[in-house]
Nanobody, 124 residues
Framework: VQLQASGGGLVQAGESLRLSCAAS????????VAWFRQAPGEEREFVAA????????YYADSVKGRFTISRDNAKTTVTLQMSSLKPEDTAVYYC??????????????????WGQGTQVTVSS
């Protein structure tokens, strides 16, 4: 499975941004898809995930209530809608696909396929 992340950019605090992850070349609908992010000098961290059927979603506490993850299996895309952005949301955002069990959902080692990353910068 090949993943292509897009939609990053420079916005001001409080604004919104939508990231997309387009998949090709494999059984996309069978994978859990997640977004991770990595800020300069920091480790990569879990942001959100959506199960293969789109019925269950999970969020890091830091983004809960502000970010929404969704998927369209027919279009093989996953979207991360980000609202009320804060400067601390500044990072490179990566989408990833895998089949993690619930207890390991936030572990990047559980994801087999990764997109190339898209930069999100939030100015104060």
């Amino acid at each position: 499975v090949q993943l292509q992340a897009s939609g990053g950019g420079l916005v001001q605090a409080g604004e919104s941004l939508r990231l997309s992850c387009a998949a090709s070349g494999g059984p996309f609908s069978s994978y859990t898809v997640a977004w991770f992010r990595q800020a300069p000098g920091e480790e990569r961290e879990f942001v959100a995930a959506v199960r293969s059927n789109g019925g269950a979603t999970y969020y890091a506490d830091s983004v809960k209530g502000r970010f929404t993850i969704s998927r369209d299996n027919a279009k093989t895309t996953v979207t991360l809608q980000m609202s009320s952005l804060k400067p601390e949301d500044t990072a490179v955002y990566y989408c990833a696909a895998g089949r993690p069990i619930l207890s390991a959902l936030q572990r990047e080692q559980m994801y087999y396929y990764w997109g190339q990353g898209t930069q999100v910068t939030v100015s104060s």
